[in-house]
């Protein structure tokens, strides 16, 4: 598999050095542990959940995911690093480094989860920033150490040459209009398996979206570098605008893609459910309606992509144009995917509002006189909404 960066196939390499050479009990043996890693993570997710009552609420986003999403979600690579991107960040606000480290470890498993590290960065000034960085790139240059140590060069680097000879793949959002056409209109387009190991689409207009999906794609990454540099000359750094950057990242980064293999829905799931799980500010019940959307959404385009694959999918790339049927929940599910992406943006500017305006109501607390007459007109007024939480749910760094 070296398509998958080397840290990626671990699991797979562990799973082999037990159960031997035989498939079936390798097979078998995947599931389980698969089916471990999705209940070890309900059972965090459900951890102090007294004290922390949306737990159950994430707790039940999690099954009805894993549900929707169905085999891909027990026989892909894919809920590996999703789940180290999710744990990493649970840890933000009481372990920031470990949460680097993960992120960085991510990354070495999938490649994506390294946009993600933009969100690391607070004011240049603040050690909290360089600590995380380092932890973060640290771990990435331990990781790929081990891989050349043991497998070579070429191995370190072979994800990143598969990568280039990759087409418009069939179920991405910048081939739906294509694909829509392309069963209208049998023969004009072909569709089939590629030397990328995947089904892909070619034909008229193909090198234009996937022209568009580049430029899309540098779009994403000037946003999210444009994040960076901001947190790094203004500062702010909060856990939660961290959290709603990186699960507005997955969406994008699924969004403008042309690769949408049908595992790639689970990236999503470990990063809502946490996120999910977080207190919310008094006063804000419009972050609860956002957070709810975004996992209802994710739930229904799971839903819709397990219908698409594995059981209609014959009907999306070989019997062009026999059954429609297929090819609408195709574009349902990408169309939803596009909606939590613009959902997702409004919602992370909410959460940098939010921020700014706790950030300024604490300022003002501490720029008030502390006389006794101010005191005592100050005790008569309303008390500001916004309190500040510290421990695992704290706002700012």
Same mark, same amino acid.
């Given at each position: 598999m070296t398509e998958y960066p080397h840290a990626g196939t671990w699991p797979t390499v562990i799973l082999g050095w037990l159960t031997g050479e035989n498939i079936t009990t390798f097979y078998i043996g995947f599931t389980i542990m698969t089916l471990l890693v999705d209940a070890a993570f309900l059972a965090l997710l459900l951890r102090h959940h007294p004290a922390h009552p949306r737990a159950f609420w994430a707790a039940w986003f999690w099954v !009805? @995911?894993?549900? +929707?999403?169905?085999?891909? @979600?027990?026989?892909?690579? =894919?809920?590996?690093?999703? $789940?180290?991107?999710?744990? +990493?960040a649970a840890l933000l606000a009481?372990?920031?480094? &470990? +949460?680097s480290a993960l992120l960085g470890f991510a990354t070495t498993m999938k490649l994506w989860p390294g946009v993600l590290a933009a969100g690391l960065v607070s004011r240049f000034n603040s050690s909290a920033t360089w600590q995380r960085l380092l932890a973060f790139f640290c771990t990435i240059v331990a990781v790929c150490a081990v891989t050349i140590a043991t497998s070579g060069t070429e191995r370190l680097l072979s994800p990143l040459d598969y990568q280039g000879v990759r087409g418009l793949q069939l179920e991405s959002i910048p081939a739906t209009f294509l694909l829509l056409q392309a069963h209208r209109n049998p023969g004009r387009? =072909? /569709?089939? #398996? +590629?030397?990328?190991?995947? @089904?892909?689409i070619s034909g008229p207009g193909v090198d234009t979206a996937m022209r568009w999906s580049t430029i899309a794609i540098i779009i994403m990454l000037v946003l999210a570098v444009s994040w960076a540099l901001y947190r790094l000359c203004a500062g702010?750094?909060? *856990?939660?605008? *961290? &959290?709603? @950057?990186?699960?507005?990242?997955? !969406? !994008? /980064? &699924?969004?403008?893609?042309?690769?949408?293999?049908?595992? #790639? &829905? $689970?990236? !999503?799931?470990p990063l809502l459910a946490v996120v999910i799980r977080q207190r919310l500010p008094h006063g804000f019940a419009s972050l609860r309606a956002f957070q709810a959307l975004i996992a209802g959404c994710a739930i229904i385009a799971a839903g819709l992509g397990t219908l698409v694959y594995p059981f209609n999918y014959d009907y999306i790339w070989n019997h062009v144009g026999e059954n429609m049927f297929a090819v609408y929940l195709l574009v349902a599910r990408n169309i939803l995917i596009v909606a939590m992406a613009v959902i997702g943006l409004i919602w992370f500017g909410v959460e940098v509002a939010l921020a700014a305006k706790i950030e300024r109501a604490e300022l003002h607390q501490q720029q008030e006189p502390s006389s006794p007459v101010n005191g005592a007109t100050a005790s008569t007024e309303a008390k500001p909404v916004f309190r500040p939480r510290r421990g695992r749910h704290s706002l700012a760094s």
């Open positions: !009805l @995911f894993g549900t +929707a999403a169905g085999h891909t @979600f027990v026989w892909r690579l =894919d809920i590996f690093p999703a $789940v180290a991107v999710a744990g +990493a009481t372990r920031p480094l &470990i +949460a387009w =072909d /569709l089939g #398996y +590629a030397a990328s190991k995947s @089904f892909e702010g750094w909060t *856990t939660r605008t *961290t &959290i709603a @950057f990186f699960t507005v990242m997955v !969406l !994008l /980064l &699924i969004a403008t893609n042309k690769v949408f293999s049908p595992q #790639y &829905i $689970v990236w !999503l799931g």
